[in-house]
């Protein structure tokens, strides 16, 4: 038995796992925004748009979908027909790789625009992982490089 696919279809899985980010919610903190001061501003929602929020592409999909397509094309015939195989195994496993990739790294979000008490609109996008509406009085938390909306 050759255990050779099995154990790159396992490298694989976990290259692509390592690249998996959290979301930018309003609810995710990383350990380095723990116990640092925020400023704190209160609004009220005017409007919540959906939007799709998009991490960019490592290049892990294509590379670990190249490889896996490579190796389960060798596994087909022998001399210059797996040496076909593998190349075209190769490209569709890059292909699909890619695509798969791609779909991994989009998350739904909003767009949700705050008039702050000061009467100034801003316009902070994130996860769609708390529902926001229009009329609702919110907080707007801020580090100085992000900002986050919660209730």
């Given at each position: 038995?050759?255990?050779?696919?099995?154990?790159?279809?396992?490298l694989a899985?976990?290259?692509?796992?390592?690249?998996?980010?959290?979301?930018?919610?309003?609810?995710?903190?990383?350990?380095?925004?723990?116990?640092?001061?925020?400023?704190?501003?209160?609004?009220?929602?005017?409007?919540?748009?959906?939007?799709?929020?998009?991490?960019?592409?490592?290049?892990?999909?294509?590379?670990?979908?190249?490889?896996?397509?490579?190796?389960?094309?060798?596994?087909?015939?022998?001399?210059?027909?797996?040496?076909?195989?593998?190349?075209?195994?190769?490209?569709?496993?890059?292909?699909?790789?890619?695509?798969?990739?791609?779909?991994?790294?989009?998350?739904?979000?909003?767009?949700?625009?705050?008039?702050?008490?000061?009467?100034?609109?801003?316009?902070?996008?994130?996860?769609?992982?708390?529902?926001?509406?229009?009329?609702?009085?919110?907080?707007?938390?801020s580090d100085?490089?992000?900002?986050?909306?919660?209730?």
């Open positions: 038995m050759n255990t050779t696919f099995p154990l790159a279809a396992l899985a976990g290259l692509l796992a390592g690249c998996a980010t959290p979301p930018p919610s309003g609810s995710v903190y990383r350990y380095g925004q723990t116990q640092n001061e925020q400023v704190v501003r209160m609004g009220t929602v005017e409007s919540v748009r959906n939007v799709t929020i998009v991490n960019p592409e490592s290049g892990v999909g294509t590379m670990g979908g190249a490889a896996l397509g490579g190796i389960a094309g060798s596994q087909i015939g022998h001399g210059s027909g797996s040496a076909a195989a593998s190349v075209a195994g190769a490209i569709a496993g890059g292909l699909l790789g890619n695509r798969v990739e791609a779909n991994a790294n989009q998350r739904p979000g909003f767009e949700i625009t705050v008039r702050l008490d000061s009467g100034e609109l801003r316009a902070i996008t994130q996860a769609a992982d708390e529902m926001f509406r229009p009329g609702e009085r919110v907080r707007l938390l100085g490089y992000q900002t986050r909306v919660t209730h």
